[in-house]
């Protein structure tokens, strides 16, 4: 019965990550208009994958925090 209660609390924390990662970024895409991202990735533009790299990390390492 732990090994269900487990599975449970990793699926929803797993779904709590992910809607808290597509919020963070629909709402910081929503702050930058002048900049698409998927645009400017598909031109090979590195400064914003970094950009990107940088903002999920820092969000992972955030909403891991709140999540545990």
């Known amino acids: ?5 487990y599975t449970g609390s990793i699926l929803i924390s797993l779904c709590i990550g992910l809607g808290g990662f597509v919020l963070a970024f629909k709402i910081f895409d929503w702050l930058t208009p002048g900049v698409h991202f998927s645009e400017q990735l598909k031109q090979d533009n590195r400064s914003v994958a970094i950009f990107l790299a ?5 969000l992972g390492l955030l909403l891991g925090s709140t999540v545990k």
């Open 1 to 5: 019965m732990n090994l269900l209660n």
């Open 54 to 58: 940088g903002l999920f990390i820092g």
